[in-house]
């Protein structure tokens, strides 16, 4: 399966905790995506990490990838309760991890 | 960002009939949307890329005849799922890539629209 897979798969923190989720795959690629999605929603874009890049930042959100390793990390820095939800990865290939779901609690 | 539109929201209908749910790109032209089906709690798995102006591609395993897919404009792809049964009961999620977006490669997503199938 060229399915990309997160870890962990559920992850229960404080308000105002960071919180870490790492994401891998298993073909080349040119790009990872990040996407939230809120229960029963559609899925949000949150940040594109190109294959030559080793991190990027986007407010509070700060993605890293190792492509030797075929893995990439999503770090939410001061979670807030708005930030529960469910984390995916995607690859080039349109193909989605299982998610990580994130709760955070008040 | 680029918006995305799914119609409906939500959709229930009784075993045996056609159901059609539509995918708008709002403020962009969309040569290739794509079409994705998710089970509760799990990840999102892709059906089919649509292509406007010709015929989908699917992928293996997604059944052709059942899921048919029309993208006859830059901005519309509709998904019909025929002789509709309670196991097609999913959410629906449709992409579009903008291509002259300022990162080409993003997807933009629907908002989904959720079938049951009585």
């Known amino acids: 399966s060229q399915q990309g897979e997160e870890d962990p798969q559920a992850l229960s923190i404080q308000e105002g905790e960071n919180a870490t989720m790492n994401c891998s795959y298993k073909t080349s690629i040119n790009n990872l995506q990040w996407y939230r999605q809120n229960s029963g929603r559609g899925l949000v874009h949150l940040i594109l990490i190109r294959s030559n890049e080793r991190e990027k930042h986007s407010g509070r959100l700060r993605v890293t990838l190792d492509t030797s390793k075929k893995s990439s990390s999503l770090l939410i820095t001061a979670s807030r309760a708005a930030d529960t939800a469910s984390y995916f990865c995607a690859t080039t290939l349109l193909v989605f991890g299982q998610g990580t779901r994130l709760t955070i609690n008040p | 960002g680029a918006v995305v539109s799914q119609h409906p929201s939500w959709v229930i209908c009784k075993s045996g009939t056609s159901v059609k749910i539509e995918c708008r790109s709002l403020?962009?032209?969309?040569?290739?949307m794509f079409w994705y089906r998710q089970f509760p709690k799990k990840s999102l798995m892709l059906m089919a890329t649509s292509n406007e102006g010709s015929k989908a591609t699917y992928e293996q395993g997604v059944e052709k005849d059942k899921f048919l897919i029309n993208h006859a404009s830059l901005t519309l792809s509709t998904l019909t799922v025929t002789s509709a049964h309670p196991e097609d009961s999913s959410f629906y999620i449709c992409?579009?890539?903008?291509?002259?977006?300022?990162?080409?490669?993003?997807?933009?997503f629907g908002p989904g629209t959720r079938l049951t199938v009585l």
């Open positions: 992409s579009a890539r903008d291509p002259a977006g300022q990162t080409g490669d993003t997807q933009y």
């Open positions: 403020d962009f032209q969309a040569t290739t």
